[in-house]
T-cell receptor
Framework: GQQLNQSPQSMFIQEGEDVSMNCTSS?????WLWYKQEPGEGPVLLIA?????ELTSNGRLTAQFGITRKDSFLNISASIPSDVGIYFC????????????FGQGTELSVKP | DTEVTQTPKHLVMGMTNKKSLKCEQH?????MYWYKQKAKKPPELMFV???????INESVPSRFSPECPNSSLLNLHLHALQPEDSALYLC?????????????FGEGSWLTVV
């Protein structure tokens, strides 16, 4: 099915480094959601964005809803080992029944 | 409270078995979803229920049969599954079906078909 372009696919970083990942789409979305998934668990919502241009923080995490409504980024500052996991962006469209369209995921590894 | 509860956490079933996955939420959400997820891949939508009625079926094989007994519960009945159906099955819910609503996921049910 339809997917967002999420990059990078994987990141190997040192503890304390900042992380940036982004998603782009050919479609306009009305909502952008960022999830983190750890092994054996379901996706956990990190940040929800509802308006173009919106910039929202949640602790060390910051995400923005792009002005064009076709992109979003997530930044993690001062990474720690428990940040390890797969991060998924997801966009919701206004039509097609409000389906959630997922990016392919960014797998983050943090070296202590 | 943003909790979606799924049972069982793990399920092993034979190809001739009939089993069910259960999902419950008490957030007053009126949209509930079933997703299937393979390792390290994004979740894939299977079904959407809105106000207890099936709204979207993503061409899922009939060996998967969803049921929404009431606004808090969602079941997925499984029958005559194939080994390739082994995956993490995720339930999710949101205030409403359409955009502008955040979707919350449960922890998932790991299904192994032998």
């Amino acid at each position: 099915g339809q997917q967002l372009n999420q990059s990078p696919q994987s990141m190997f970083i040192q503890e304390g480094e900042d992380v940036s990942m982004n998603c782009t789409s050919s479609s306009i979305f009305n909502t952008w959601l960022w999830y983190k998934q750890e092994p054996g668990e379901g996706p956990v919502l990190l940040i929800a964005l509802y308006k173009a241009g919106e910039l929202t923080s949640n602790g060390r995490l910051t995400a923005q809803f792009g002005i064009t409504r076709k992109d979003s980024f997530l930044n993690i500052s001062a990474s720690i080992p428990s940040d390890v996991g797969i991060y998924f962006c997801a966009g919701r469209e206004g039509n097609q029944g409000g389906k959630l369209i997922f990016g392919q995921g960014t797998e983050l590894s943090v070296k202590p | 409270d943003t909790e979606v509860t799924q049972t069982p956490k793990h399920l092993v079933m034979g190809m001739t078995n009939k089993k069910s996955l259960k999902c419950e939420q008490h957030m007053g959400h009126r949209a509930m979803y079933w997703y299937k997820q393979k390792a390290k891949k994004p979740p894939e939508l299977m079904f959407v229920y809105s106000y207890e009625k099936l709204s979207i079926n993503e061409s899922v094989p009939s060996r998967f049969s969803p049921e929404c007994p009431n606004s808090s519960l969602l079941n997925l009945h499984l029958h005559a599954l194939q080994p390739e159906d082994s995956a993490l099955y995720l339930c999710a819910s949101s205030q409403g079906q359409y955009s502008g609503n955040t979707i919350y996921f449960g922890e998932g049910s790991w299904l192994t078909v032998v």
